[in-house]
C-alpha cells in the first residue's frame, strides 16, 4: 500500500473452520497460495464483495452493501453509495477506480447485486494478501496498540508457500451497464491485490 495509507482496523485471523492456519494468496483468483498463522492480528486495508451484477462479475467495496456481514453466498443486495447515485464495481479488488479497472456501476438501489463472496484485503508483517472474510474476527482492544508493531516489522522471508490445485478463476465479464452515474469513489492510488481467498 502507499506510504501513510491507515489500516480501517485491526482483525483477529482464526480459521472458521476449526484449522490452525487460513489459506491467503496475492488476490482471489490466485492458486499459489500461503498459511497465515491463526491467532495472529493483521491490519485489514481493505473489506470487499465478490458478485454479480447481470452478467458482469467484480468487487465491490463492502461499505457500499449494507448489511453485508449478515448476508450468505447467493443473498441479492442492496447498493447504497453515500455521495453518489452509484458504486463501481471494479475487476480486480485495487485501490484503482481507473477505466482500465471498472466494469461498470451500480446505481443505489435494493436487490441489486448477487453475493458471490466476501473478501479482507490484509498486511501482516510486511506482506499483502486476501484471506476470506469468514476468518477473521474482530481484535481484542488491547491488539490495537500493537499493531503498530506488527506493521512496521521488516518484511524478512514471506511465510512457507504451497501449490493448491484448483480450477483457474472464470475471468471477469466485460459486459458493464453503461456508467451513467457521476463517477463514485476516490481514485487513490495503490499497489496490488486482486481478489479470491482459500477455504
Sequence with gaps: PMAGFAPLRVALIKNADGYDEVAARVKPSATNLWDLPGGVFVDVLEEWVECAYG??????????LPGIEAQAAGAMLEVRDKHYKATCMRRHPEQDASVGNVLCYVPNGLAKVQLVERWVEF???????????????PAPD????????????????????RMRMEAPAAGSSTDAAPAEAAAPEEAAPMDTGDA????
Design 55 to 64: 452478467k458482469a462479475k467484480g468487487y465491490i467495496k463492502a461499505k457500499h
Design 196 to 199: 479470491a481467498e482459500a477455504e
Design 123 to 137: 498486511r501482516w508483517k510486511g506482506h499483502k494478501g486476501f484471506v476470506k472474510a469468514r476468518h477473521t474476527q
Design 142 to 161: 488491547v491488539a490495537a496498540a500493537g499493531v503498530a508493531a506488527l506493521a512496521g516489522e521488516p518484511p524478512g522471508a514471506p511465510p512457507a508457500k
